[in-house]
């Protein structure tokens, strides 16, 4: 028996090795003809040198690519790992020991500088869990396989350009399995089109430098529409909960959804702000928390679509305000 589990083991050793053997030869050959379209893009050969020097053909990217949850989270359960109690005030700490970078930015973008830190401590608890992939290994190894070949490629080739315009090294560029980077968790596309040389070094560091972190998140809400003077929104009470109001595109104004008995939270009536329209979210369903969303919110699933990830944020900047 021993021997036969031990000829099992070997043998699927053997078939494993010899599948990725071939998986890596296919990869070659493929990066064969990508290096050629991004040399013609622009790309330096000293870059192309530098990013694919060791390049690898990672199984584990593909694998978490396919990974299908066993089950769906509910937002409750979401909520507590999310906005966690050492969150909130790991949170209010941060804001503390940047308050004044951070109300400079904030005054620049027209970005409440909660939000900045929320996005910060969820995206990358604080800049202390970026991801552990070599981004360039990653995008390549997903462009390759081709579920998403033409994402993943273009991202691929923007990741090119950022080594290629010095913000930092192949070696260093180091983000999540998908390709998102440094602490704001950027994608490539994304850095180009958002990230900030706020200390004006020349360079768009997202991965060390927190003032660029902190100004490309700013710059990032503001260029989608950021109001500068308005909350995410709250959550709600609703007398009579009706599935056909639950919808962020439901808009009405504040003082329909008055009529409709929405309350805030503690039972009082809802603001009046003339012209605000706001629709409502329940991420758990009609009998979970209810929250009364404005256009800030849509800003922020601009970011990541999510209705999880966006009421966490607003949650999380909520509380660390709270504690300054």
Do not use: C
């Not at 589990?5 to 990725?20: D, G, R």
């Not at 869990?129 to 462009?143: E, K, M, P, Q, R």
């Not at 020349?202 to 529409?225: C, E, H, M, P």
């Not at 629709?279 to 699933?301: C, K, Q, R």
């Amino acid at each position: 028996m021993k021997k036969f589990i031990l000829f099992t083991f070997v043998t699927l050793f053997s078939t494993l090795a010899t599948a990725q053997a071939a998986d890596q030869a296919s990869f070659n050959q493929w990066l064969v003809q990508f290096k050629q379209k991004a040399k013609a893009d622009g790309i330096s050969q000293e870059t192309l040198d530098a990013a694919f020097r060791d390049a690898k053909y990672l199984p584990r990217v593909i694998e978490l690519d396919r990974k299908q949850p066993e089950s769906k989270m509910t937002f409750a359960q979401y909520r507590e790992r999310i906005v966690s109690t050492q969150r909130i005030n790991q949170g209010r700490h941060e804001f503390r020991k940047h308050r004044a970078l951070l109300e400079e930015i904030g005054a620049a973008y027209g970005v409440q500088p909660q939000y900045i830190v929320a996005l910060w401590g969820i995206e990358t608890n604080y800049g202390t869990n970026t991801g552990g992939f070599d981004v360039i290994d990653s995008l390549a190894t997903l462009a390759h396989e081709g579920r998403r070949r033409d994402f993943f490629s273009d991202e691929l080739l923007n990741a090119l350009h950022i080594i290629n315009d010095d913000h930092i090294s192949a070696d260093d560029m180091q983000g999540s399995w998908a390709g998102a980077m440094g602490q704001s968790q950027f994608m490539p596309s994304s850095f180009l089109a958002y990230a900030q040389d706020y200390n004006k070094d020349g360079k768009k560091d997202i991965w060390t430098t927190q003032a660029d972190v902190f100004a490309s998140a700013a710059n990032y809400l503001a260029r989608s529409g950021w109001h500068g003077d308005e909350k995410w929104g709250r959550q709600v009470r609703m007398a009579n909960v009706r599935e056909s109001d639950i919808s962020r595109e439901n808009k009405k104004s504040l003082n329909e959804w008055s009529r409709l008995e929405v309350t805030q939270i503690n039972g009082q009536s809802l603001p009046v702000v003339a012209g605000m329209k706001a629709g409502l979210v329940a991420p758990d369903g009609t009998s979970g928390p209810i929250y009364l969303t404005y256009h800030n919110y849509d800003v922020i699933m601009k970011w990541n679509r999510s209705t999880y990830f966006a009421t966490s944020v607003g949650l999380l900047a909520d509380a660390i305000a709270a504690g300054q």
